[in-house]
């Protein structure tokens, strides 16, 4: 029996199968977002902690669990001692306050830029290491590692610090080409490799659950622990595309387009997958994330704000602008609606919202056109993709035929496959 964990932006999800995938329970809990200053976004790692731990008590036949799987949300950033105790709260992929250093990354020469793959974000390890020890060197000094979301859990349950290359390259650390850290980025910005993990393959051995955290989580102690993968790795190695004319899209609090294969391209970034492959990644800051600002703001339910995909917009809509957060390539852009009149009613404003997120959707799909994938078949995956007015609505926006994943959580099956990799 198999255990797979996504630690997520906002939730964590568990989901326990067999050995042949069948689901046996599933569980989430959740964690706030904290943004104590404007543009920054935090979440304590303990919390993390609990939501699992209360999220793998609620499963039933606990004790059947043979092997367990991690992965988890990309880019961020958990300052931690030797034996995994945080310093500080985790930084977000959302968090915007490395923009400077983001910058300055611009500065390197051009053939270590080259060898990142990608271009520089301030939602990345790596600008937000460099902030941090700029901005709080004492406990950036205190720390032992530098680890992302996922990787810290799992230090937690194994005592083992590691990496793997899905969520290394997404750090800005990272050499593409050898599959190792960059030293020379390293060594340019004075970021210190030893506090850096080693990098193992996603579907290796970790390591094996120790008995304090296994009495937390209510599982055997000794069970063995892969060692998982970045958050969108584990969706594409559960979504198992039919072909490379098939594409990827996961609306989450994010999204992402996701193709396999391909170079480093303007607007796009590149990373490893679980195998160690490569991937091309369109990723967009504003979904669910701002759909859920609108239908709070609104006062609405979920199934209320997707049912208006299906209403008839009015011969002069309202325009919603989604830009609530910064996009990763479009850093000046604000949201919110114009074009408003005394008529229009909020579920005019509902569905212009819908409207706004689509039209971001269709402009990373032409990124990866400009960046030569050209697909012809999408698998939409994530929450609210099961709701047929709001994939009706994507579907017309994006001209092109969406087809349903057999689960709308892929990451966490992900996971779970990932889990039984070293048995």
């Not at 880019?75 to 310093?87: F, I, K």
């Not at 910058?103 to 390890?125: F, K, T, V």
């Not at 800005?172 to 080693?198: F, G, I, K, Q």
């Not at 949201?335 to 706004?356: F, Q, S």
Request: proline residues 8%; negative net charge; contains cysteine.
């Amino acid at each position: 029996m198999l255990l797979g964990v996504d630690l997520g932006t906002s939730q964590v999800k568990v989901l326990h199968t067999t050995a042949e995938g069948k689901i046996l329970g599933q569980a989430t809990a959740g964690y706030p977002v904290s943004a104590p200053r404007q543009g920054w976004a935090e979440t304590d790692p303990r919390l993390w902690w609990r939501a699992v731990a209360e999220a793998i008590r609620s499963l039933r036949h606990r004790d059947e669990i043979r092997a367990l799987g991690i992965a988890g949300q990309m880019h961020g950033l958990v300052l931690a001692s030797e034996r995994g105790a945080p310093l500080r709260p985790a930084l977000l992929w959302l968090d915007c306050r490395a923009t400077a250093e983001a910058m300055e990354y611009r500065q390197l020469p051009a053939e270590i830029l080259h060898a990142l793959g990608n271009d520089p974000s301030p939602g990345m390890a790596g600008p937000m290491a460099l902030w941090l020890s700029r901005h709080e060197p004492d406990t950036y000094r205190a720390a032992r590692w530098l680890l992302q979301p996922k990787d810290w859990l799992r230090l937690l349950l194994t005592g083992e610090p590691a990496t793997d290359p899905s969520d290394a390259s997404g750090t800005l650390l990272y050499d593409l080409a050898t599959d190792s850290w960059s030293r020379a980025t390293l060594a340019a910005l004075d970021l210190d490799p030893a506090n850096l993990p080693s990098l193992r393959p996603s579907t290796g051995l970790a390591g094996h659950l120790l008995p304090g955290p296994a009495a937390e989580l209510g599982l055997s102690p000794g069970i063995p622990v892969a060692i998982g993968a970045a958050d969108t790795a584990a969706s594409l190695l559960a979504a198992d595309l039919p072909g490379n004319d098939w594409a990827l899209l996961i609306i989450g609090s994010g999204a992402q387009w996701i193709a396999p294969g391909g170079a480093p391209a303007p607007r796009l970034n590149v990373f490893r997958d679980a195998d160690s492959g490569l991937y091309r990644l369109a990723p967009v800051q504003n979904a669910g994330v701002t759909l859920d600002w609108v239908r709070r703001t609104l006062g609405m339910s979920w199934d209320e704000l997707y049912a208006q995909a299906a209403s008839q917009p009015d011969a002069r809509p309202p325009v919603f602008m989604p830009y609530l957060s910064p996009e990763r390539w479009d850093g000046e852009a604000g949201g919110g609606w114009t074009g408003m009149r005394l008529a229009h009613t909020r579920g005019d404003l509902a569905r212009a919202a819908l409207d706004g997120v689509a039209a971001l959707l269709r402009d990373r799909l032409d990124d990866l056109r400009a960046a030569d994938a050209d697909p012809r078949n999408v698998l939409l995956a994530g929450g609210g993709s099961r709701h047929p007015a709001w994939r009706a609505l994507l579907a017309s926006a994006l001209a092109l035929p969406l087809h349903e994943a057999a689960a709308a959580d892929l990451t966490v099956h992900g996971a779970a496959l990932l889990a039984a990799a070293p048995l």
